[in-house]
């Protein structure tokens, strides 16, 4: 009796399902290390590099718990489970994508074959973080806790490089901007608009110490001369503009009245 016939309907799925995981952490194996020869850019590669160990170590990991469910980590033998869900068909599709990634490279500029990579990458990066997510939810909901465990702690690995990926591929565009467009073309660099701003913020600093100071040594002057008759002065001044305004609100007020007694003859 094969191994497929004694698995459990439960057992089933999961070993299918963690097969395609297996699947694709085969095709992504080859994407890495083709990805990781193309790329130039040490603090990239350093990151592809240890995804790629990441990678090998999911995979066998995953295998590790399909032999544990009693199926076989390279396509099940179970009827009614298609063999391309094994490594063989992981590994075709990847060695298919790394001629794309080749062409792609004759044919594009070097920072634009980095951005697409790192564009598939990621792409890719959210394929394995739904795979793991259907598992470890099928996991809990039949009670497998260990296919479970195993799912999130994949998923988080994959969810750190999806998150580093999509930081570098802003990066990336920036790097291909900077490469392939004018100077002229582009808008005026963050650093530049960063700088112009201090300077102008230190030019309104300057300006209120300079005006604070004129104040202080105003008062100082004033209080060196005498407070309280400069005070009364004061008074008095502020009261001789007092007295000046209710005049001229007077005026206008008689104004305004000869307008209305000429108006009413
Ligand atoms: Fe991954």
Redesign the pocket.
């Known amino acids: 009796m094969a191994d497929s016939e004694r698995l459990t309907e439960r057992d089933m799925r999961l070993a299918q399902w963690l097969n395609e995981a297996h699947a694709k952490e085969a095709e992504?194996e080859a994407d890495l290390t083709a990805h990781i020869a193309m790329t130039d850019k040490t603090s990239y590669k350093k990151r592809l590099q240890q995804?790629l160990r990441?990678?090998r170590d999911?995979k066998r990991r995953v295998a590790s718990r399909i032999k544990q469910l009693g199926g076989e980590a390279q396509g099940l033998t179970v009827s009614g489970i298609p063999r391309a869900a094994g490594e063989v068909a992981g590994k075709a599709m990847a060695a298919v994508k790394g001629q794309v990634g080749a062409a792609r490279a004759a044919l594009t500029e070097q920072a634009e074959t980095h951005l697409r990579n790192a564009q598939e990458e990621l792409r890719?990066?959210h394929v394995?973080i739904a795979i793991y997510n259907r598992i470890e939810t099928f996991a809990d909901e039949v009670g497998d806790r260990e296919t479970a465990q195993l799912a999130r702690s994949i998923r988080r690995?994959?969810e750190r490089?999806a998150k580093f990926l999509d930081a570098e591929l802003s990066r990336l565009v920036k790097a291909f901007v900077r490469a392939e467009i004018p100077r002229d073309q582009r808008a005026a660099s963050r650093t530049r608009r960063r700088s112009r701003s201090a300077a102008s913020r230190s030019r309104s600093a300057a300006r209120s110490a300079s005006s604070r100071s004129r104040r202080s040594q105003a008062s100082t002057r004033s209080s060196s001369r005498g407070g309280p008759r400069s005070r009364s002065a004061s008074t008095a001044r502020s009261s001789g503009s007092s007295r000046r305004s209710s005049s001229s609100t007077a005026g206008s007020r008689s104004t305004s009245s000869r307008r209305r007694g000429s108006s009413g003859t």
């Open positions: 992504l995804h990441e990678t999911h890719e990066e394995e690995d994959e490089m």
